[in-house]
């Protein structure tokens, strides 16, 4: 009996030992895997905080001076420059797939040739809908918005027309950055030019007394010194491999390149229209002036938020190995979801989104319980009219629970990014965004009567619940080995140019 319960007592003895193993190896999986995360997605949070702050500071020095001004360069920014925004950042996404899966395939000279057809791209997507903004007061006209906010609307449409060039230069510029672990390049330029932009804003704005439209000059001035900041960084030799100058390469597959950028834009960009086109809803309701300034406040600080979740979105495209030889130290930029897939690893990339999700929804929660506890205090930064201040008020709570869902949808979409599944997932956005949020948005603020409330609503609980529901079914039931084939299939198709690269490789 004495040795049966002494054996007993050892099995028992090696399985907690067992159990103890095994749970240090993952907690200690769990900390590499997020010190690689938090390199990357640290800087990068800062980094796009900086730049959004821009536009905040914007619309509050616009909001101090009236409701019709800030309603004004709220809809200027919003929905003109935000309708080619959205798609320019989506396009500009194309290269976190294929910078990182080149990494990956160490042919790191494309990656500069990836940067410059991506230039072309966008420039050309510029031209193309530079209508937009010459003809935005009869638009904004034409889809209900009164008279006044249409007209200064337009004027300042034509005002921020440098600063929609500048995002076609500044973000296949910053990708490029971030690929190869720059982020602290990108973050110092991010948090200077966030100082420019005060300064010269308060002495457009305050101290000229331009108005509103010295506030939209000093949006433009500010987002080309960040572009030009980060090409003088990579010119004056800070990326030797990866830039060796402009090259006629940059023109060859260009239509390809444009469709798959293409593809990745229509995925960012359906869902940053459609939080414009709630705007524009808002335009139809009584009180329209109100109903605008009051969501386009609401609007603002959900994108501020998600500028800390897209940073997640990078963060699990990518992530990188510390190599110390006896010499020198080596960096490589590995792609966290991309590379390990182009390398064959699927379990490492599923770990990785695992790790990302549980730290991105972890921030979320923290800030949509911020948001409920200074639900009656924030405005008071945008603007100093009650009305506004209240309406914003009510709305707080649904602020919330879009803070919320953006910290577990962004995640999902760096899935898709460092995947290569752009073309598919935009059918998810047009099947979530127009064909449940919009209808039920317009159903909720108008047929029952909700307001600006209803609308925000419907789109939430139609639009972003719906499409992060169905991303995290297709996430969960995907088969993360073969996507691992088909990323090495897209590497070897995308990185093979012609004879003299593969003998410059080789070299």
């Given at each position: 009996?004495?040795?049966?319960?002494?054996s007993?007592?050892?099995?028992?003895s090696?399985?907690?030992?067992e159990m103890?193993?095994?749970?240090?190896d993952?907690?200690?999986?769990?900390?590499?895997?997020?010190?690689?995360?938090?390199?990357?997605?640290g800087?990068?949070?800062?980094?796009?905080?900086?730049?959004?702050?821009?536009?905040v500071?914007?619309?509050?020095f616009?909001g101090?001076?009236?409701?019709?001004e800030l309603?004004?360069?709220?809809?200027?920014n919003?929905?003109?420059?935000g309708?080619g925004?959205?798609?320019?950042?989506?396009m500009?996404?194309a290269?976190?797939t294929?910078?990182g899966?080149?990494?990956?395939?160490?042919?790191?000279?494309m990656?500069?040739?990836?940067?410059?057809?991506?230039?072309?791209?966008?420039?050309?997507?510029?031209?193309?809908?530079?209508?937009?903004y010459?003809?935005?007061?009869?638009?904004?006209?034409?889809?209900?918005?009164?008279?006044?906010v249409?007209?200064?609307?337009?004027?300042?449409?034509?005002?921020?027309?440098?600063l929609?060039?500048?995002?076609?230069?500044?973000?296949?510029?910053?990708r490029f950055l971030?690929c190869?672990l720059?982020?602290f390049?990108?973050?110092?330029?991010?948090l200077?030019?966030?100082?420019?932009?005060?300064?010269?804003t308060?002495?457009l704005?305050?101290?000229?007394?331009?108005g509103?439209?010295?506030?939209?000059?000093a949006?433009?001035?500010s987002c080309?010194?960040?572009g030009l900041?980060l090409?003088?960084?990579?010119?004056?030799?800070?990326?030797?491999?990866s830039?060796v100058?402009?090259?006629i390469?940059?023109?060859?597959?260009?239509?390809?390149?444009?469709?798959?950028?293409?593809?990745?834009?229509?995925?960012?960009?359906?869902?940053?229209?459609?939080y414009?086109?709630?705007i524009l809803m808002?335009?139809f309701?009584e009180?329209a002036?109100?109903?605008?300034d009051?969501?386009?406040?609401?609007t603002?600080?959900?994108?501020?938020?998600?500028?800390?979740?897209?940073?997640?979105?990078v963060?699990?495209a990518?992530?990188?190995?510390?190599?110390?030889?006896s010499?020198?130290?080596?960096?490589?930029?590995?792609?966290?979801?991309a590379?390990?897939?182009?390398?064959g690893?699927g379990?490492?990339?599923?770990?990785?989104?695992?790790?990302?999700m549980?730290?991105?929804?972890?921030?979320g929660?923290?800030?949509c319980?911020?948001?409920?506890?200074?639900?009656?205090?924030?405005?008071?930064?945008?603007t100093s009219?009650?009305?506004?201040?209240?309406?914003?008020?009510?709305?707080?709570?649904?602020?919330a629970?879009?803070?919320l869902?953006?910290?577990?949808?962004s995640?999902?979409a760096?899935?898709?990014?460092?995947?290569g599944?752009?073309?598919w997932?935009?059918?998810?956005?047009?099947?979530?965004?127009?064909?449940?949020g919009?209808?039920?948005?317009?159903v909720?603020?108008s047929?029952?009567?909700?307001g600006?409330s209803?609308?925000?609503?419907?789109?939430?609980?139609?639009?972003?619940?719906v499409?992060?529901a169905?991303?995290?079914?297709?996430?969960?039931r995907?088969?993360?080995?073969?996507?691992?084939?088909k990323?090495?299939?897209?590497?070897?198709?995308?990185?093979?140019?012609n004879?003299?690269?593969?003998?410059?490789e080789?070299?």
């Amino acid at each position: 009996m004495d040795r049966q319960k002494y054996s007993l007592l050892a099995i028992e003895s090696s399985s907690t030992s067992e159990m103890k193993k095994i749970a240090t190896d993952f907690l200690s999986r769990v900390w590499i895997e997020s010190k690689k995360l938090w390199h990357i997605v640290g800087p990068d949070i800062i980094n796009r905080l900086a730049g959004y702050s821009m536009t905040v500071i914007t619309q509050a020095f616009a909001g101090h001076l009236g409701d019709v001004e800030l309603a004004s360069i709220s809809m200027a920014n919003n929905i003109i420059v935000g309708f080619g925004y959205g798609l320019l950042l989506g396009m500009a996404s194309a290269l976190a797939t294929l910078c990182g899966q080149t990494f990956g395939a160490k042919r790191y000279h494309m990656l500069g040739i990836y940067m410059q057809r991506s230039w072309i791209v966008l420039f050309s997507c510029c031209i193309l809908l530079l209508p937009v903004y010459l003809y935005a007061s009869p638009i904004l006209k034409l889809i209900g918005q009164s008279d006044e906010v249409a007209e200064q609307s337009g004027a300042l449409a034509l005002w921020l027309i440098p600063l929609h060039f500048s995002y076609a230069f500044q973000f296949p510029l910053q990708r490029f950055l971030q690929c190869q672990l720059k982020n602290f390049v990108t973050l110092w330029v991010s948090l200077a030019v966030l100082v420019l932009h005060s300064v010269t804003t308060w002495i457009l704005v305050s101290v000229l007394d331009f108005g509103v439209v010295g506030a939209a000059i000093a949006l433009d001035i500010s987002c080309w010194a960040c572009g030009l900041g980060l090409f003088w960084y990579v010119v004056s030799g800070g990326c030797p491999l990866s830039w060796v100058g402009f090259s006629i390469q940059a023109f060859s597959g260009i239509w390809e390149f444009a469709k798959y950028s293409a593809a990745s834009g229509v995925l960012l960009c359906l869902e940053f229209w459609s939080y414009r086109i709630l705007i524009l809803m808002t335009g139809f309701l009584e009180e329209a002036t109100l109903a605008v300034d009051a969501l386009s406040i609401c609007t603002t600080i959900n994108v501020w938020d998600l500028m800390i979740h897209l940073a997640f979105l990078v963060g699990t495209a990518y992530h990188v190995i510390l190599e110390e030889s006896s010499e020198i130290l080596v960096m490589k930029l590995r792609v966290r979801v991309a590379n390990e897939l182009g390398s064959g690893n699927g379990k490492a990339a599923k770990f990785a989104q695992q790790v990302s999700m549980a730290q991105s929804a972890s921030i979320g929660l923290c800030l949509c319980v911020l948001v409920i506890m200074f639900h009656h205090k924030f405005a008071h930064v945008f603007t100093s009219s009650p009305d506004v201040i209240e309406a914003v008020d009510q709305m707080s709570y649904l602020l919330a629970v879009t803070v919320l869902l953006n910290s577990v949808q962004s995640v999902l979409a760096g899935v898709v990014v460092g995947s290569g599944w752009q073309a598919w997932v935009a059918y998810i956005s047009l099947f979530s965004y127009y064909i449940f949020g919009l209808p039920l948005a317009f159903v909720m603020g108008s047929a029952l009567h909700f307001g600006v409330s209803g609308i925000w609503g419907g789109m939430i609980f139609g639009g972003t619940a719906v499409q992060t529901a169905i991303l995290a079914i297709v996430t969960i039931r995907h088969d993360w080995e073969m996507e691992a084939q088909k990323a090495m299939q897209r590497v070897n198709n995308w990185t093979t140019p012609n004879r003299d690269n593969k003998l410059e490789e080789h070299k």
